[in-house]
């Protein structure tokens, strides 16, 4: 999985704007630049789709937007603050966006293209 093309794409899109991210004060501006980034995965051609294994039936189901957006919101803050501090910029003290879900963000999920899995 972690080497599945549109994982790696995900991956990469990441690392290329968590900086823009990071820059970011305003919830609503974080908010639509995850907004964007769902966007661009979708519509590639052929369209990606955020994935998560149901733990109870073992299947692979796609995500609704909402929760898409939720994905990469804290895959962006957790490059953030995973990131090495350089000189001059101030340690991040939050918590983060998911911190009181618990192990709800621990299940597996991917970026699939389309075809990739059976219904």
Do not use: C
């Not at 990606?48 to 149901?54: A, E, K, N, R, V």
């Not at 995500?63 to 962006?76: E, G, Q, T």
């Amino acid at each position: 999985m972690q080497v599945h093309p549109g994982n790696v794409f995900f991956r990469n899109l990441r690392a290329n704007e968590s900086r823009r991210y990071a820059r970011l004060t305003a919830t609503t501006d974080k908010t639509n630049l995850a907004v964007k980034i769902v966007e661009r995965i979708k519509s590639q051609v052929p369209p990606g789709h955020f994935m998560m294994l149901d733990s109870k039936s073992g299947r692979w189901e796609e995500l609704s937007d909402k929760r898409a957006r939720a994905k990469v919101i804290h895959a962006l803050w957790t490059m953030i603050r995973d990131r090495p501090q350089s000189d001059g910029e101030e340690e991040k003290k939050e918590e983060g966006p998911f911190a009181e879900q618990g192990g709800a963000l621990r299940r597996p999920w991917g970026f699939l293209p389309p075809g990739s899995i059976s219904k």
